[in-house]
């Protein structure tokens, strides 16, 4: 397509949302004309079933919950008075406790206003905040957060070392939706165990999010930690960060939530209008069901080119991978549906991958984000006339040329600058993305049925090793996996036990020694 002739398609489909500081460019995406008017039935029966949705229909079938996370922000859409209060009153507890806590109203053990944030979480509890720490985060934050969201001891350890003696005032915001995920209980577990050490009560440092009645919710309440914040059913991990999960991590950092939930807000009410051509998630729904096919045949490559956009791409792989992959669609059907999603941030990425995007398997396709606003202040020249953002824009708009000129197709965001109100509007833009595109590929986005597997077989992995260290506890002369297994009555489980014997015999604190001669089916443990 001429350069003109291509001018002409960028301001037929440009989508410029003013009220959002955004516009969406699909122009470089090769779509035919017709595609549009061709999937307009379909994306009317999304509109409506996503304004079932906001009115509380049960839009998660499978757990019959109903799916609210935009009510979040616009209490007044929720179905019952009930949930409007909940969210208002969470909202100023939100706040209210903030404050208590920057005016040194609320204090540590030692009677010193708190410094740091740890916040403990996985998936969707840690996510989402920590995307707008570092999308926000600036050096004189009010707090310094930090995360344990994983249950790898030598992270947590990099993280206690970090905190070293600031430990005493460091408030932990342990967050769980369900309060029975394993990972942020051992996090919380091996936090307690550090204040501990530091001659501190965890209790006295501590906050919960999570759903009423939950264990960590009984926790908390039993051991009489700082306050507990609420979950909600209605509200999803992946789509929780305009509830406490994602605003009191921000609050507490000194972020600007009001303007964080105004940018959604404002989002949430553009990409409600049923107008396709003027509803900047609709389009992208829309591209990527011709990207990928509607069965994501493609990945999606996020570039963004802002440094403080590195995790956005992280956040959207749970948002958008948790959703939209699913094995079977909502009648039942195995469709084994999904879209993936990777991306660091441009230029930096081009240093990196961009080679094989443009030369290589052309199997995906990229949101640009672009940003216009450079820096706070002037930029000095590192040419005559040209400033390192000047440089950053050139470098996005040669990686968007180069690709388009292979055939590599691309769309991108434009926002004005990144603050607390285009965050929650870039959130609140994936999410209605996403839910949209989950009606027209007709899978429930909001349940995550197959992350039960793996939580189930990592449950019978830790009974086998305990069946293994009580075996050879009993005095046992060096044995082989195989005769492990065999002694246990489980000869089948060989490949396993070997695994947990050869795990153990690293780690020296665990007693089980092992000479590793010969062949792996050879190799002799015993409990030392
Ligand atoms: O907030 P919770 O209940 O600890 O769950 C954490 C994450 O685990 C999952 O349930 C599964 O990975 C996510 O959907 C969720 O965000």
């Known amino acids: ?94 706040k209210t406790f903030s404050y208590n ?133 209605w509200v999803g991990g992946r789509t929780s960060v305009t509830s406490a999960v994602g605003l009191l991590p921000a609050a507490l950092q000194g972020l600007d939530i009001t303007a964080l939930l105004a940018g959604a807000a404002a989002c949430d009410a553009v990409t409600r209008q049923t107008e396709t051509r003027q509803n900047p998630a609709a389009l992208m729904a829309l591209m990527w069901h011709y990207a990928t096919n509607g069965r994501g045949e493609k990945d999606m490559v996020m570039l963004p080119y802002k440094d403080r956009l590195l995790l956005f791409s992280r956040y959207l792989q749970q948002l958008i991978m948790e959703s939209i992959g699913k094995e079977a669609d909502l009648e039942g059907n195995i469709v084994n549906q999904g879209m993936t999603v990777y991306g660091n941030k441009g230029s930096t990425d081009q240093h990196a991958y961009v080679q094989q ?20 202040g002037a930029s000095m020249p590192v040419e005559e006339g040209i400033t390192s953002g000047d440089f950053l824009f050139g470098f996005f708009q040669g990686t968007r040329q180069a ?56 449950g019978a ?10 075996l050879l506890g009993k005095g046992q002369n060096p044995m082989t996996a195989g005769e492990v297994a065999a002694s246990l009555g489980k000869p089948e489980a060989v490949e396993q036990v070997f695994a947990i014997l050869r795990h153990l015999a690293a780690n020296p604190d665990r007693g089980v020694a092992a000479v590793c001669e010969g062949d792996v089916s050879e190799w002799k443990f015993w409990k030392q």
């Open 1 to 94: 397509m001429g350069d003109l002739t291509l001018w002409k398609r960028y301001t037929t489909h440009l989508c410029l949302c003013p009220k959002l500081g955004l516009s969406l460019d699909i122009s470089r995406m090769g779509f035919p004309e017709a595609f549009p008017d061709h999937m307009e039935p379909s994306m009317q029966r999304a509109f409506t079933a996503m304004k079932e949705l906001e009115a509380g229909a049960v839009a998660n079938p499978d757990e019959q919950r109903m799916v609210g996370h935009y009510w979040l922000r616009n209490a007044a859409l929720a179905p019952t008075g009930e949930i409007r209060d909940q969210i208002a009153s969470a909202l100023d507890q939100i």
């Open 101 to 233: 806590i920057h005016s040194g109203t609320i204090t540590s053990q030692n009677n010193e206003t708190f410094k740091n944030i740890l916040i403990i979480g996985i998936g969707g509890s840690a996510l989402g905040p920590q995307f707008v720490a570092e999308a926000l985060g600036m050096a004189g934050d009010r707090m310094k957060p930090s995360f344990l969201d994983n249950t790898d001891p030598d992270g947590m350890d990099r993280v206690f070392a970090e905190l070293g003696d600031d430990l005493g005032r460091t408030l932990a915001v342990v967050i769980s939706k369900s309060g029975s995920t394993k990972e942020t209980r051992n996090g919380m577990l091996e936090a307690q165990a550090a204040y501990r050490r530091a001659g501190l009560e965890f209790a006295l440092h501590a906050v919960a999010v999570t759903g009423a009645g939950s264990e960590l919710d009984r926790l908390a309440a039993a051991e009489g930690w700082i306050a507990r914040f609420p979950m909600w059913d």
């Open 357 to 376: 995007l443009r030369e290589g398997v052309a199997n995906f396709f990229v949101t640009f984000v672009e940003v216009l606003h450079d820096r706070e």
């Open 403 to 458: 690709l388009y000129e292979k055939g590599r197709e691309s769309m991108t965001i434009t926002v004005e600058r990144i603050d607390a109100f285009t965050i929650g509007v870039l959130i609140a833009l994936f999410e209605r993305a996403v839910g949209l595109y989950a009606s027209l590929i007709n899978v429930n986005a909001y349940h995550q049925p197959g992350v039960e597997a793996g939580k189930k077989a990592a």
């Open 461 to 470: 992995v830790i009974a086998l090793q305990k069946e293994i260290v009580g």
